[in-house]
């Protein structure tokens, strides 16, 4: 009978969980896209916001 020691065990245990995980790799679905270009828009239109919001700013300074 062939002895293996508690590393070599050991070594082996975690090669397949790893070799295991990867080959699990969750893929992106199209409600998780979706979310990603919902994010995006809302992004630029918050950005758009302070834009029109500085441009007033500076309109009402302009006027005093």
Known sequence: MIK???G?????AIGALI????GCQKQEG???NAGKEIDKVVGKAGQNVE????KIQDAAKGSK
């Open 51 to 54: 834009k029109a919001g500085k």
């Open 19 to 22: 070799a295991g995980l990867s």
């Open 30 to 32: 199209p409600a998780e």
């Open 8 to 12: 070599a065990i050991a070594a082996a």
């Open 4 to 6: 293996f020691s508690n």
